[in-house]
């Protein structure tokens, strides 16, 4: 199948096709929105090539998905202050909107930093209730930044569920995650993405794996990333 794709296009008519792939049972449909170019001028007579961040074009995007009966909607963001670790307004706005207009998952970035996740079950405007979830970001992945807390990051995990005998209603059972700190080595081959609480735990059954001070360092940057993320659902 590949890699799919959606967000930036090369043709208009590209742009005009919705993704949508099943897995396992479940029709998931998948938007991207970004907030800017990062100062890169936009083509004229090419603005199809991008899906900046517009409330009318989301909502009607969202209604088209609607339309093709799917499952589930997960809305990509790029959006966002770079390395503030709190959403802003037009974050939490935004994630309202996507919400009330049919996105169940909204998975964020930009800010290079991670951001908090929260679940939370929504009654949608027909009366009906949904489970929904948001992580404003999940920082960077593998990256060589050096600004605080832009090593540290979580791999997410959700658990999502199709019941047939409830009208096909989507639940979303769980959601956890593993912290990860892409540490510099500083030499040939230098990165190398850690597993904080497996690296930690190594380390207190009398493992060599890291050295005290990267011990240290996993320590507090594991108390940094539960306080960010918070509670795991």
């Not at 939370?120 to 960077?140: A, I």
Request: net charge negative.
């Amino acid at each position: 199948m590949g890699l799919l794709h959606t967000g930036t296009y090369k043709t208009e008519e590209d742009a005009s096709k919705l993704l949508v792939t099943e897995v396992k049972g479940i029709k998931i449909g998948i938007v991207a929105y970004s907030y800017g170019t990062n100062g890169i001028a936009v083509p004229k007579g090419k603005e199809y090539c991008i899906n900046l961040i517009n409330d009318e074009k989301i909502v009607s995007d969202l209604e088209k998905m609607k339309e093709e009966n799917v499952d589930l909607i997960i809305a990509i963001m790029h959006w966002g202050i770079e390395y503030q670790t709190s959403p802003n307004e037009e974050q939490i706005r935004l994630n309202n909107l996507l919400i009330e207009s049919g996105a169940d998952i909204v998975l964020g970035g930009h800010p290079h930093v991670l951001q908090k996740m929260e679940k939370r079950e929504v009654t949608m405007q027909d009366g009906t209730n949904k489970d929904c979830f948001t992580v404003f970001s999940l920082g960077n992945f593998i990256s060589g930044q050096v600004k605080e807390y832009t090593k540290q990051s979580a791999i997410l995990n959700l658990k999502v569920t199709k019941h047939y005998k409830d009208n096909k209603k989507i639940t979303i059972d769980s959601a956890d995650y593993t912290p990860i700190y892409m540490f510099d080595k500083g030499k040939t081959r230098r990165y190398k993405l850690l597993d904080i609480e497996n690296e930690i735990n190594r380390f207190n059954n009398g493992e060599k794996n890291i050295d005290s001070s990267l011990y240290n360092t996993l320590k507090s940057e594991l108390d940094h990333i539960y306080n960010i993320l918070g509670q795991e659902y």
